[in-house]
């Protein structure tokens, strides 16, 4: 099993920047590859970025290409998402997930955080 947590999420102006981190717990979390998503009210979730679970690989959604950046830190069993030049239409709930490769889309992961709401205001 392992748990997620996200944090760092809030209310941001637009052209500002956050860094989201997902906290995992378990045993074998440093073995997964980890991702974020986001979903905005009435939309699906939609992919952001993936990270291996060595941190040597990355896929970005076009998106947020340029603007989001994955990392992780095994010490620490944690993940961020590092985002710059915040668009109103950034605005959604962000999930973290678990998945054992570099999935893309939301069935190709086994464990989801509970969110973290990141709001930009125009």
């Known amino acids: 099993q392992v748990q997620l947590v996200e944090s760092g999420g809030g209310l941001v102006q637009a052209g500002g920047s956050l860094r989201l981190s997902c906290a995992a717990s378990?045993?074998?979390?440093?073995?997964?590859?980890m991702g974020w998503f986001r979903q905005a009210p009435g939309k699906e979730r939609e992919f952001l970025a993936v990270?291996?679970?060595?941190?040597?690989?990355?896929l970005y959604a076009d998106s947020v290409k340029g603007r989001f950046t994955i990392s992780r830190d095994n010490a620490k069993n944690t993940v961020y998402l590092q985002m710059y030049s915040l668009k109103p239409e950034d605005t959604a709930v962000y999930y973290c997930?678990?998945?054992?490769?570099?999935?893309?889309?939301?069935?190709?992961?086994?464990?989801w955080g509970q969110g973290t709401q990141v709001t930009v205001s125009s």
């Open positions: 997930a678990a998945s054992r490769g570099l999935a893309t889309i939301p069935s190709g992961f086994d464990y």
């Open positions: 378990g045993r074998t979390a440093r073995n997964y590859a």
């Open positions: 990270i291996s679970w060595s941190g040597s690989s990355t």
